[in-house]
């Protein structure tokens, strides 16, 4: 049987083409006793016909394993053709991606000539340190008309020694949101907004999303105004009831107080509040839906002017109430509020004029929104801007404080970004960025925005991973919706949280070291750190973490 197979990282990207001897085998490694460490078993059957073999995991680490299989996606806009630099794979066709659990019944098929990977996690979950052994095994699994027959043989053996140090990364202290679209997954499921059903839906995505590093996410207090076409409606999913008498309203908080409760069950932080203006500009507001003489209508929306006396006594009434009622919970703080994302310049009275008419509701909590333009920080309008990676380092370099930063689809020229094409290494060295430069905050869209431009349509992520020709493969969401009702995750979801954990573990070196000697032994691998000048190599990525995990055990070990 032509069979080859090596263990590898989780930034190598196994294509069916790929030639597997190509990736550096891991033999060893040395992880902190509550890391989440994962790796890959690649193989490739050089055979005319087709295989099965049910993989299986000994030694004492054994229960602190699961065992995926990566699964291509197919990518007509892998990336963008102005990405710079342009991955070694970048044409259109299947990217490895999906990271789903085993089907028949716990059985990994092989094609003749094919490659494909294996993803496993390590969860040690602070119970288990020392060094350990992990055996790998795949047996074969005989393949007749009456289906699939397990054998005990032993068809490809691996073994991999894990080294857990009595040692923990801190809790993360960036403050890292991506857009939960609540909406999406109503649509996908075809289940009733705020039903029993999708509230168990949202919560299977709000876990793994915080699982992954999310510790913010959005509430939509109302419809998102967020990529909706001129005069289009998306699904409603405005969570404050409101009720409208004359000029009076009145305000429903059952919803949101479940929505929150939920939030804070699975371990949210912090409520980043739904925009209260249109996106692009602010030249028009959230749908609003309102009971009015005991009929539930819209009031507002596409077509209401932002600025006029109506959406003005409604919106102070509609914030009031909220900040009212969040005080009652004892959770004001947590919540972080918008007013309208990605202005441009032209854009800069109308951004100004919205923003003045609720800022003294709002001025004593924090704000933030996608602004890439520095005059808008120069004139006071933003308290916390949020500017893309291509342009943070006018911010950085005018001593911008607590400063974010998001990318988004376009963000592709030297720096990093989530699409399919990207090397894992680009994405997950956005970490070590973050580090260097003290960013408090990261934004990035798309979470699980299943609709295609503007949300004319609903789209099927596992059939178009482009949101029909919008954006980049992977801009638009990082988990998949699995048939049950859960989120299956993505090897860029994995690997964005590797970089908020390589991140964790550079700040616990800089507590124990210096932040000016971490640098150091980092740029020493990799040069100067820059959001324009990424790492493209998985090889050179896994060098720095090991390098700052070291200095991390010698001073642990001889404190």
Not at 172 to 197: G, H, K, M, P
Request: glycine fraction near 6%; proline fraction near 4%; charged fraction near 25%.
């Amino acid at each position: 049987m032509g069979l080859s197979s090596r263990i590898v990282s989780s930034l190598e990207k196994c294509f069916l083409t790929s030639d597997i001897t190509q990736f550096t085998e891991i033999k060893e490694e040395k992880i902190f006793k509550n890391q989440k460490y994962s790796f890959q078993l690649v193989v490739n059957f050089d055979d005319n016909w087709q295989v099965a073999f049910k993989p299986v995991v000994e030694g004492d680490l054994a229960p602190y394993v699961t065992i995926r299989e990566v699964v291509n996606i197919p990518a007509e806009i892998p990336t963008y053709p102005h990405c710079n630099p342009l991955p070694k794979i970048h044409e259109p066709g299947l990217y490895p991606d999906l990271l789903r659990p085993l089907k028949y019944r716990g059985t990994f098929r092989l094609h003749p000539k094919q490659s494909r990977a294996l993803w496993f996690d390590i969860d040690p979950k602070g119970e288990i340190t020392g060094e350990h052994t992990l055996k790998i095994k795949l047996l074969r699994v005989g393949i007749s008309s009456k289906g699939f027959t397990p054998t005990d043989e032993v068809v490809v053996e691996h073994e991999i020694k894990i080294d857990i140090k009595d040692a923990m990364i801190p809790d993360q202290s960036l403050i890292f949101t991506q857009w939960f679209y609540a909406d999406c997954l109503a649509d996908y499921y075809n289940v009733e907004v705020f039903s029993d059903r999708h509230f168990e839906i949202c919560e299977n995505f709000v876990r793994v999303a915080v699982e992954n590093g999310r510790n913010m996410l959005m509430v939509p207090l109302l419809t998102y105004a967020l990529d909706t076409y001129g005069g289009g409606e998306r699904t409603t999913t405005q969570l404050i009831d409101v009720y409208k008498d004359g000029d009076n309203y009145t305000f429903g908080y059952d919803n949101l107080d479940r929505w929150l409760d939920m939030y804070k069950r699975i371990g949210v932080k912090y409520y980043e509040i739904s925009p209260v203006f249109s996106q692009w500009g602010a030249d028009n507001t959230p749908k609003v839906v309102a009971t009015v003489n005991g009929e539930k209508k819209t009031i507002f929306g596409w077509g209401t002017n932002p600025l006029s006396a109506e959406y003005n006594t409604f919106i102070r009434a509609f914030l009031s109430g909220f900040i009212a009622h969040m005080k009652e919970r004892g959770e004001d703080h947590k919540c972080w509020y918008h007013v309208s994302d990605e202005p441009v310049m032209d854009q800069f009275e109308q951004y100004k004029k919205v923003r003045d008419s609720i800022y003294d509701l709002v001025e004593d909590y924090e704000t933030l929104d996608a602004i890439s333009h520095y005059e808008f920080c120069k004139m006071g309008l933003s308290k916390n801007p949020v500017p893309k990676t291509m342009v943070v380092h006018e911010f950085i370099d005018n001593g911008v404080q607590n400063l974010w930063t998001y990318y988004c689809g376009g963000q592709c020229d030297k720096v990093s970004n989530c699409h399919f094409a990207m090397e894992l290494a680009r994405v997950r060295c956005l970490g070590m960025q973050m580090f260097k430069y003290d960013i408090k905050g990261f934004l990035h869209w798309g979470y699980n925005f299943y609709n295609n431009q503007w949300s004319y349509d609903k789209v099927d992520p596992f059939a178009t991973s482009d949101a029909e020709s919008f954006a980049a493969s992977g801009d638009a969401y990082m988990v998949y919706p699995a048939p049950d009702g859960t989120a299956w995750e993505s090897t860029r979801l994995r690997a964005l949280y590797e970089a908020m954990e390589d991140m964790r573990v550079m700040q616990l070196a800089e507590a124990l070291c210096g932040k000016e000697t971490v640098v150091k032994t980092i740029e020493d691998i990799c040069g100067e750190v820059r959001f324009d000048k990424c790492i493209l190599e998985s090889d050179t990525m896994m060098a720095v973490r090991r390098a700052v995990n070291q200095m991390v055990f010698d001073k642990m070990h001889n404190a």
